[in-house]
Antibody, heavy 123, light 108 residues
Framework: QVQLLESGGGVVQPGRSLRLSCAVS????????IHWVRQAPGKGLEWVGV????????YSAASVKGRFAISRDESKNTVFLQLNSLTTEDTAVYYC????????????????WGQGTLVTVSS | SHEVTQPPSVSVSPGQTARITCSGD??????AYWYQQKPGQAPVLVIYKDRERPSGIPERFSGSGSGTTVTLTITGVQAEDEAVYYC???????????FGGGTKLTVL
């Protein structure tokens, strides 16, 4: 059974950092990419970035490039999203999800989603 | 282009056919995906690679495309289909995954 479980969200002050985790089960990380997608309150979905199946190649959206970083610990079946220099505009529910095609590039859909973790940036 | 455009809302009566469009240069070059999201829930993939339906998704959901527009069609809409639907594509120039703004489907 495929499952993804995000954790690490919370309330953080502007300018501070936070690390989110995405623990997966039923997924072989060496075969599938993992995407991060966020949703601000009352807004639509926004792609944040992806780490590909090899664990090395990563892509991220322009809005977070240089501030957010994705990494992976395959031994722990966990993907991380490091959020630095947070602003109020980063307030959102952050979802992780599995890329729908194994051994593929960045331009996949997401076929399994976690339930999300809420990050609130506020002074 | 970095954008795909969806209508903000679509309304249909139960049993009718709902069509939600998604337009942009990227959908003519990259696959499109469609997601259903109900309040307080994570998105659910309902169509992948333009027209493929994941297992467990009812047959009334279908996808099609022509040129720079793809369409999600729900045939015989049911009350439980009321949700926000998002299309997703990709911009190969920038290597960005892009989402449409979402379409609120209201079942009258």
């Amino acid at each position: 059974q495929v499952q993804l479980l995000e954790s690490g969200g919370g309330v953080v002050q502007p300018g501070r950092s936070l690390r989110l985790s995405c623990a997966v089960s039923g997924i072989t990380l060496s075969r599938y990419g993992i995407h991060w997608v966020r949703q601000a309150p009352g807004k639509g979905l926004e792609w944040v970035g992806v780490v590909l199946y090899d664990g090395e190649i990563k892509y991220s959206a322009a809005s977070v490039k240089g501030r957010f970083a994705i990494s992976r610990d395959e031994s722990k079946n966990t993907v991380f999203l490091q959020l630095n220099s947070l602003t109020t505009e980063d307030t959102a529910v952050y979802y992780c999800g599995r890329g729908d095609t194994p051994i593929s590039g960045w331009n996949t859909g997401v076929d399994w989603w976690g339930q999300g973790t809420l990050v609130t940036v506020s002074s | 282009s970095h954008e795909v455009t969806q209508p903000p809302s679509v309304s249909v009566s139960p049993g009718q056919t709902a069509r939600i469009t998604c337009s942009g240069d990227s959908v003519s070059k990259q696959y499109a995906y469609w997601y259903q999201q109900k309040p307080g829930q994570a998105p659910v993939l309902v169509i992948y690679k333009d027209r493929e339906r994941p297992s467990g998704i009812p047959e009334r959901f279908s996808g099609s495309g022509s040129g720079t527009t793809v369409t999600l069609t729900i045939t015989g809409v049911q009350a439980e289909d009321e949700a926000v639907y998002y299309c997703q594509s990709a911009d190969s120039t920038s290597t960005y995954v892009i989402f449409g703004g979402g379409t609120k489907l209201t079942v009258l």
